[in-house]
């Protein structure tokens, strides 16, 4: 599932720089490969699977003060962060049914499938904070962005 969502991520897919470290899909010869050396694996057929430091990377961690200054703000970004989380846990596990308060499901097509990796997770934020989209039918849709 992973895959696939980075595969209809194509703003993020963009942003690709390949470099020592970075994993990718080659759908060529079909299996997930590193990069180990300086090669330029940016073909098209390649999709960039980003790292949770990656991710990371991709949100804007500044905010405006109320004195008008943008400075760092990590912890306002991360309060978002868990706000967003605690948001798609109640909309998809009703009543915090027992032995589900890790599994929160990524989309509205009805079909319960868990972020099974916080990569997941971390595309599935990245993509509503960036690009106002969220994973739904088995495409990247726009979406509200309120909480």
């Known amino acids: 599932m992973y895959i696939e969502k980075c595969r209809k991520a194509t703003k993020i897919r963009r942003l690709w720089e390949p470099e020592i470290g970075d994993c990718y899909y080659s759908e060529h010869f079909k299996r997930i490969e590193f990069i180990f050396e300086h090669d330029t694996p940016n073909f098209p057929w390649n999709i960039w699977l980003p790292r949770q430091d990656q991710l990371q990377d991709m949100i804007d961690w500044s905010l405006e003060d ?3 200054f943008v400075r760092p703000n990590l912890i306002a970004r991360i309060e978002r962060f868990f706000t967003w989380v605690h948001q798609e846990k109640k909309r998809h596990i009703p009543n915090g049914i027992c032995g589900q308060a890790m599994s929160i499901t990524c989309g509205d097509d009805g079909m319960n ?8 997770l971390w595309l599935a934020f990245v993509m509503r904070e960036n690009f106002s989209k969220k994973w739904t039918n088995g495409e990247w849709e726009l979406c509200d962005t309120s909480y």
């Open 113 to 120: 499938r868990a972020f099974t990796s916080m990569e997941q």
């Open 66 to 68: 109320s004195c008008g």
